[in-house]
């Protein structure tokens, strides 16, 4: 599952990936980010009125609409295979679909030699920017905008390193997602057309993992550096 993602390219090569047009989101300058968590204040893009697309942001864990509490079940995922189905999350599914910017993500396997878990950062070739394809919400009980990411199961490449993946929608499915008038029948064939087939992926320091505990330190440009393999 996606757990950790990176945003280290500047907005403005992002930004060519959406129609943006108010000022305030094309001349966003956001600092890089190497290891964003659950929880974090992430941007997203929907839909907008006139037919471009607009930039919104929100916490990385999904609070459905009718929530009276934040959840305390882990909603920073949403399964495909019954997100049309999920109480949680078929009613963003219908009407409140986004994308979440990113040129990165991170996922771990087990070390065989001392049990700890090892990060990999994975990638588009040449750190491409993508967008994952998400669902959002706004919880007017709690005044909380939220979003979450679609994942699959995996297919070559990334199934040499876990069984799940997050879906990186291909560019021209983009509108189709994101129009609240999109069929709800279609959508799940919009999501198989991903771009993840062509994924690449190495290894990288363990200073990942500690993101949750002491963000600051850990969310600079060494999490993507890849480590000399044995």
Request: aromatic share 12%; charged share 25%; net charge negative.
């Given at each position: ?18 129609r ?35 930039l ?104 040499q ?17 994101l129009?609240?008038k ?23 320091g ?25």
């Open positions: 599952m996606c757990g950790r993602y990176t945003r280290y390219l500047t907005w403005s090569e992002i930004h060519r990936l959406y943006l047009t108010a000022p305030a989101e094309v001349g966003r300058n956001d600092a890089p980010r190497y290891n964003i968590a659950p929880t974090d204040e992430v941007p997203f893009i929907t839909a907008a009125d006139d037919g471009n697309h607009r919104r942001t929100g916490r990385w864990w999904l609070v459905p609409f009718w929530a009276k509490e934040m959840p305390k079940g882990t909603m920073f995922n949403a399964r495909i295979e019954g997100v049309d189905t999920t109480p949680a999350f078929r009613d963003a599914f219908k009407s409140k679909r986004c994308l979440i910017p990113a040129d990165g993500y991170y996922e771990w396997t087990i070390s065989p030699a001392d049990g700890k878990k090892d990060p990999w950062h994975i990638f588009q070739p040449g750190h491409a920017p993508f967008s994952f394809a998400g669902l959002w919400a706004y919880n007017s009980n709690l005044d909380v905008t939220s979003c979450t990411i679609i994942t699959e199961p995996t297919a070559a490449p990334i199934n390193i876990h069984d799940r993946q997050p879906i990186m929608l291909d560019p021209a499915y983009y509108d189709a997602w129009d609240p999109t069929p709800a029948d279609d959508l799940k064939e919009i999501l198989s057309h991903d771009i993840d087939g062509s994924l690449q992926f190495y290894r990288v363990r200073e990942v993992n500690a993101a949750a505990i002491n963000k600051q330190p850990n969310d600079n440009a060494r999490m993507i550096e890849p480590i000399a393999l044995l």
